[in-house]
DNA sequence: ACCCAGGGTCATA
DNA sequence: TATGACCATGGG
């Protein structure tokens, strides 16, 4: 923009603009409640189910990881010393479980080495996200959903239902790549008191996955979404 | 009989 | 860097 060429009327004259990211979550927030993310009993679980989770059902994951629990190998150390086959037996209702059994031999290796969750829990933040990174099987939304879920750091989850949800209200394209759509989230939510971050972004990749499952699913049941009117997908939906 | 699910890696162009 | 193939079970 030229010197002197001062925007004057920054608002569009349009009513529909798509709704900021607070107000999506404050719509969210009523329509489902309180989510008590992420469905584990420790630190570990939730590490070994970001890794069981990727592209699969939670229910899925959650005989996996019951089906661990039963052999006490909910444990770093008790995973490491099972054969591939155990392994990939005990978490065979997860899918992908030769694929999957190598990655969380990789992550606990990793895990061990750097000195386990007291030690980790010392790193900061960027530096936690590189290692994690590069563990092999952990891409960028196994990282996040262990900062944010066991490492309580502030990072805001992008996931599938994530970057369809958004595209379709028109805040960004549909084929955005994960980082930055990322940013996208976390630039739109500074506004966010620091000590705040956390917890709102814990309570909000738990509510569009909620919202992912019953509302805005492949097929959109617009009907029954609190956003419709102020989504492009939802206002040419068929009035009824 | 499909389609989908809380991704990531690897080979190829 | 950008697609495509591949991994696999269980529910709707």
Same mark, same amino acid.
């Given at each position: 923009m030229?010197?002197?060429?001062?925007?004057?009327?920054? $608002?569009?004259?349009?009513?529909?603009?798509? &709704?900021?990211?607070? /107000?999506?979550?404050?719509?969210?927030?009523?329509?489902?409640?309180?989510?008590?993310?992420?469905?584990?009993?420790?630190?570990?679980?939730?590490?070994?189910?970001?890794?069981?989770? $990727?592209?699969?059902?939670?229910?899925?994951?959650?005989?996996?990881? %019951?089906?661990?629990?039963?052999?006490?190998c909910?444990?770093?150390?008790?995973?490491?010393?099972?054969? *591939?086959?155990?392994? #990939?037996?005990?978490?065979?209702p997860?899918? =992908?479980?030769?694929?999957? #059994?190598?990655?969380?031999?990789?992550?606990?290796?990793? =895990?061990?080495? $750097?000195?386990?969750?007291?030690?980790?829990? %010392?790193? +900061?933040?960027?530096? +936690?996200?590189?290692?994690?990174?590069?563990? *092999?099987?952990?891409?960028?939304?196994?990282a /996040?959903?262990?900062?944010? =879920?066991?490492?309580?750091? &502030?990072?805001?989850?992008?996931?599938?239902?994530?970057?369809?949800?958004?595209?379709?209200?028109?805040?960004?394209?549909?084929?955005?790549?994960?980082?930055?759509?990322?940013?996208?989230?976390?630039?739109?939510?500074?506004?966010?008191?620091?000590?705040?971050?956390?917890? +709102?972004?814990?309570?909000? *990749?738990?509510l569009?996955?909620?919202?992912?499952?019953?509302?805005?699913?492949?097929?959109?049941?617009?009907?029954?979404c609190? +956003?419709? $009117?102020?989504?492009?997908?939802?206002?040419?939906? &068929?009035?009824?």
């Amino acid at each position: 923009m030229k010197g002197g060429d001062v925007p004057v009327d920054v $608002q569009p004259l349009v009513d529909n603009m798509p &709704p900021g990211l607070h /107000d999506v979550f404050a719509v969210l927030k009523t329509a489902f409640g309180p989510q008590h993310w992420w469905p584990a009993d420790s630190a570990f679980e939730v590490m070994i189910g970001a890794i069981l989770t $990727q592209n699969t059902s939670w229910s899925n994951v959650e005989r996996a990881v %019951t089906g661990l629990r039963a052999h006490g190998c909910l444990d770093p150390t008790r995973i490491l010393s099972l054969e *591939h086959d155990a392994l #990939a037996e005990m978490i065979r209702p997860a899918g =992908y479980f030769n694929v999957k #059994a190598r990655r969380l031999v990789s992550f606990c290796q990793w =895990y061990l080495e $750097q000195g386990g969750y007291s030690e980790l829990s %010392t790193w +900061l933040d960027e530096r +936690l996200r590189e290692a994690l990174l590069g563990v *092999h099987g952990v891409g960028p939304e196994t990282a /996040d959903d262990i900062l944010l =879920y066991a490492f309580e750091r &502030p990072v805001f989850v992008v996931d599938a239902y994530t970057r369809r949800f958004f595209s379709r209200l028109g805040l960004v394209t549909g084929n955005i790549p994960y980082e930055p759509l990322r940013r996208f989230a976390e630039t739109s939510l500074a506004f966010v008191p620091a000590d705040e971050r956390v917890g +709102l972004y814990n309570e909000f *990749h738990a509510l569009i996955v909620a919202q992912g499952k019953s509302i805005c699913r492949p097929k959109p049941r617009c009907g029954a979404c609190g +956003l419709s $009117q102020r989504c492009p997908v939802g206002r040419s939906e &068929p009035a009824r």
